[in-house]
C-alpha cells in the first residue's frame, strides 16, 4: 500500500489510549487518569481498546454491575495482583442494564475513580481495601448525547478525559479494503510496564502550557477544566514514563498538545493521508 495510503490515524488513537494506561504506573500522580472514547458505532472503538487487556495491572471486563466489577477487584488484590486501570470495552452493555443498576455502576465508577473506595462487601464480610483506579471504556455518539447531560450534573464527566474521532469515508472504503481477505488483525499489543510505580518530575512551566487547553476541553460540556488540567499534567507524566524517563520535558508537552487534535469533544476527522505520528 503507498505511503499516502497508510492509515495512520489509528496510530493517534492508540497512543493516547497507551499514555493513559501509563498513567496507572506513575507514583505521584494523584491517581490513573480515566478514558472515555466516543465514535460512530463500526468505527474500532471496542478493538482499540481491548488489544491492551493482557497487560499487567489492567482489570479487562465486559458486562457488568457494580456488585460484579467489586467482586472482580477482590479476586485481584487477593491474588496479589496490581489494579491500575479497568477497561470496560463497551459502557453500552453495563448501561443497558435495569435503571437502577446502571445508576448504581455510573456512581461505583464515580467513587472509584476520584475519591476512591475504602470498603468492598462479599457476602457478610465487609473488606476494608481503600483504592482509587483509572476506567477505560467507549461509547457511541448517539449514546453520549444520550447520557452526557445526567453525568456532567454528577460529576461524572469531569472524572474522564474524551478522545473523540471519526472516520472519512475514504478511509473507512480503504480501511475495508484491508480487511478484505485478510489475515486476521493483531488484536493484542504488550507495554513495558515496569515492575514498580516510578516518581515522575513535572516542571511547573511546562505543565503551565496545557492550561488553556484544559479549559478549552472543559467548556464544552460547562465544566472549568481544574480536573483535565491535573489529568493532562498526570498524562504528561505518563509519556515521559513510557520513554523510559522519570522526568517531563518540552517535548513530551508537544506530544500532548499534538495529540489534544482528538483529546476534546469535537469528533475530528480520522482521513488518508494523514501524517505519521511524529514522535516516538
Known amino acids: 500500500?503507498?505511503?499516502?495510503?497508510?492509515?495512520?490515524?489509528?496510530?493517534?488513537?492508540?497512543?493516547?489510549?497507551?499514555?493513559?494506561?501509563?498513567?496507572?504506573?506513575?507514583?505521584?500522580?494523584?491517581?490513573?487518569?480515566?478514558?472515555?472514547?466516543?465514535?460512530?458505532?463500526?468505527?474500532?472503538?471496542?478493538?482499540?481498546?481491548?488489544?491492551?487487556?493482557?497487560?499487567?495491572?489492567?482489570?479487562?471486563?465486559?458486562?457488568?454491575?457494580?456488585?460484579?466489577?467489586?467482586?472482580?477487584?477482590?479476586?485481584?488484590?487477593?491474588?496479589?495482583?496490581p489494579v491500575n486501570h479497568i477497561i470496560i470495552p463497551d459502557l453500552l452493555n453495563p448501561l443497558s442494564r435495569q435503571k437502577s443498576v446502571s445508576d448504581t455502576f455510573i456512581l461505583f465508577l464515580n467513587a472509584l475513580i476520584e475519591e476512591g473506595i475504602a470498603k468492598i462487601k462479599t457476602g457478610s464480610i465487609l473488606m476494608e481495601i481503600p483504592m482509587k483506579a483509572g476506567v477505560i471504556t467507549t461509547l457511541t455518539t448517539s449514546e453520549w448525547y444520550k447520557h452526557k447531560d445526567k453525568w456532567i450534573s454528577i460529576g461524572f464527566l469531569s472524572r474522564l478525559v474524551p478522545l473523540t474521532y471519526r472516520y472519512s469515508r475514504n478511509f473507512i472504503m480503504e480501511l475495508l479494503e484491508q480487511l478484505s481477505g485478510a489475515e486476521p488483525i493483531k488484536t493484542e499489543i504488550n507495554l513495558n510496564f515496569p515492575e514498580?510505580?516510578?516518581?515522575?518530575t513535572l516542571p511547573r512551566e511546562l505543565h503551565r502550557q496545557l492550561k488553556p487547553y484544559a479549559i478549552d476541553i472543559a467548556k464544552v460540556v460547562g465544566l472549568d477544566g481544574i480536573r483535565m488540567y491535573r489529568d493532562l499534567g498526570i498524562m504528561l507524566k505518563g509519556f515521559a514514563l513510557s520513554q523510559g524517563r522519570d522526568y517531563v520535558t518540552q517535548a513530551d508537552v508537544d506530544v500532548l498538545k499534538y495529540l489534544t487534535n482528538y483529546i476534546n469533544y469535537d469528533f475530528n476527522l480520522i482521513d488518508l493521508g494523514m501524517p505519521k505520528f511524529p514522535y516516538k
Not at 474500532?44 to 454491575?65: A, F, M, P, S
Not at 514498580?196 to 515522575?200: G, I, M, N, T
Open 1 to 81: 500500500m503507498s505511503e499516502e495510503k497508510q492509515l495512520f490515524g489509528l496510530e493517534l488513537i492508540n497512543k493516547v489510549i497507551e499514555i493513559v494506561l501509563w498513567t496507572g504506573w506513575v507514583k505521584n500522580a494523584e491517581k490513573p487518569v480515566s478514558l472515555l472514547t466516543i465514535a460512530p458505532p463500526e468505527e474500532g472503538k471496542t478493538r482499540l481498546v481491548e488489544q491492551y487487556r493482557y497487560n499487567k495491572g489492567i482489570v479487562y471486563i465486559t458486562d457488568v454491575t457494580a456488585y460484579g466489577l467489586s467482586q472482580k477487584l477482590i479476586q485481584y488484590i487477593n491474588e496479589g495482583k
Open 196 to 200: 514498580e510505580k516510578v516518581h515522575v
